[in-house]
């Protein structure tokens, strides 16, 4: 049995799953957690990949590797290799005035223009605008500037603290895509628009095709042998939807820590509207995308206050009726990305005497979550992108409430993946590409929701809460 592994390096986790390369069936896998908060040292992500590849039972065996991770996260190095300081996570709030900054000074439009991107305080773009106005020292030090995947990639291959070697970092589309600095029509970064957010110029790894490998691993890295191929790797969505065999004419809704909306298309987007991110995918097409802060830890939220399972949550919130009897959340409580609302918080709305209830706050705070997430699903047809089927991904994907209450505020037919780890399947097929010159084959079960009556007031109600705060 010839085996691949492919890596997540997520906001919360770093997990590690061994394929086998002819079936794609899971062989074993290791997970290891990411510290809390939003501004992290890049070394605890290395450290975190170290040890699921550890409890994944070591990769002595494995031909070929690939790292996929969150998108947008800088990692600063210095001449030599070495981090300049701590990073700023794609959804830490503090880059958000300067994104005004940046929008200030160029224009939104010209932006979305050069790069297809409606600059958010996720970008890449703005922490380095966060860096040069908060950390001035840290800038000047800056030699270079990679993403999670390209930074651990890069270490995969032997290098590191003090090693120089940053001719060696790369990347791929998906990511550069989501930089804020490349464009998507010309597939070259944009090294005006860096400088303008940095103030100085700085080395950016190079970008790889889909199939390219990054090099092959280094020596003396415990439970990882030496010179097996690592593949180009990709942003996590793009991972993701190179898993699933997305085509042109599906949509992806993934309920994870963020809320995440996107589709296959030929070309690239640009929506001056402000809402869809045209990113690329990891085959060399593009991937417009719509994101929120909010998603899956708002069904946390839920159990925790009600103090039940998650089971519990959805069997009561399927108890109570469509519209929850007029309660409606506006679950902003880490701010918000779609809308731009980096200080609004969580709102409830219409509670009453009567309607104040266990089962109808359950179902308040689901329609309120998928609410959200519908709403990006407009945005991306308003930019003539126009999905004939919805794919349920993501951990909460799972929930019997979640599923029924999407299947009642959406008017396309919703389908659910059997459930798995797409980001490291993605990056596993890469690691395979990286080893036999392509992507594998590999099967997926796919299921069709049986479809339900379409409820408008859920999205009616969404809307007035929002015109009743003035959003």
């Known amino acids: 049995m010839v085996l691949v592994a492919g890596v997540d390096s997520s906001t919360q986790a770093c997990k590690v799953t061994v394929r086998d390369l002819h079936s794609g069936e899971t062989v074993r896998e290791g997970k290891?957690?990411?510290?809390?908060?939003?501004?992290?040292?890049?070394?605890?992500?290395?450290?975190?990949?170290?040890?699921?590849?550890?409890?994944?039972?070591?990769?002595?065996?494995?031909?070929?590797?690939?790292?996929?991770?969150?998108?947008?996260?800088?990692?600063?190095?210095?001449?030599?290799?070495?981090?300049?300081?701590?990073?700023?996570?794609?959804?830490?709030?503090?880059?958000?005035?300067?994104?005004?900054?940046?929008?200030?000074?160029l224009g939104k439009d010209e932006w979305i223009r050069r790069t297809g991107l409606p600059l958010t305080l996720s970008d890449t773009v703005t922490k380095l605008r966060w860096l040069r106005d908060l950390h001035p020292e840290a800038a000047l030090r800056t030699e270079a500037v990679a993403i999670v995947h390209d930074w651990l990639t890069w270490r995969l291959m032997g290098f590191g603290v003090g090693d120089g070697g940053l001719e060696h970092l790369t990347t791929d589309r998906s990511e550069a895509s989501g930089t804020g600095y490349w464009s998507g029509e010309t597939n070259e970064y944009c090294m005006d628009l860096f400088e303008i957010a940095l103030g100085k110029p700085a080395l950016l790894p190079r970008v790889l095709g889909p199939l390219d490998r990054a090099g092959v691993t280094g020596t003396d890295i415990p439970g990882i042998p030496a010179g097996i191929p690592i593949g180009v790797g990709s942003g996590d969505n793009a991972a993701a939807s190179l898993a699933l065999g997305l085509d042109e004419g599906d949509a992806v809704l993934s309920l994870g820590t963020s809320g995440v909306v996107y589709a296959k298309t030929a070309t690239p987007v640009h929506d001056f509207a402000g809402y869809v991110c045209s990113y690329a995918d990891a085959t060399g097409h593009h991937l417009p995308l719509v994101a929120t802060l909010n998603a899956a830890r708002n069904f946390d939220l839920g159990a925790a206050l009600l103090g039940c399972t998650y089971d519990e949550l959805a069997q009561l919130a399927l108890s109570a009726p469509p519209g929850a009897e007029g309660l409606t959340l506006l679950p902003y409580f880490e701010g918000e990305r779609t809308p731009d609302l980096p200080h609004a918080r969580g709102s409830l709305h219409e509670a009453s005497l009567t309607n104040f209830t266990r089962a109808n706050f359950a179902r308040a705070v689901i329609e309120g979550t998928l609410a959200s997430q519908v709403e990006m699903l407009t945005a991306l047809r308003s930019c003539g992108v126009e999905p004939e089927r919805l794919l349920l991904i993501g951990g909460a994907a799972q929930s019997v409430a979640v599923q029924a209450i999407l299947s009642e505020m959406v008017d396309i037919p919703v389908y659910v993946p059997l459930l798995d780890e797409y980001v490291t399947k993605g990056a596993a097929m890469q690691a395979a590409a990286a080893l036999t010159g392509d992507f594998p084959a590999w099967p997926i079960s796919i299921s069709e929701l049986v479809p339900r009556p379409l409820e408008e007031q859920i999205n009616e109600q969404h809307e007035k809460a929002k015109a009743a705060l003035g959003y």
């Open 32 to 105: 290891a957690s990411h510290p809390p908060g939003t501004i992290i040292d890049p070394e605890s992500w290395w450290t975190a990949l170290l040890t699921a590849v550890r409890r994944a039972g070591g990769l002595d065996d494995v031909a070929a590797i690939a790292v996929s991770g969150q998108q947008h996260t800088p990692i600063f190095l210095d001449g030599q290799g070495a981090v300049v300081c701590d990073s700023p996570l794609w959804n830490d709030t503090g880059s958000h005035s300067h994104m005004g900054d940046l929008n200030d000074e």
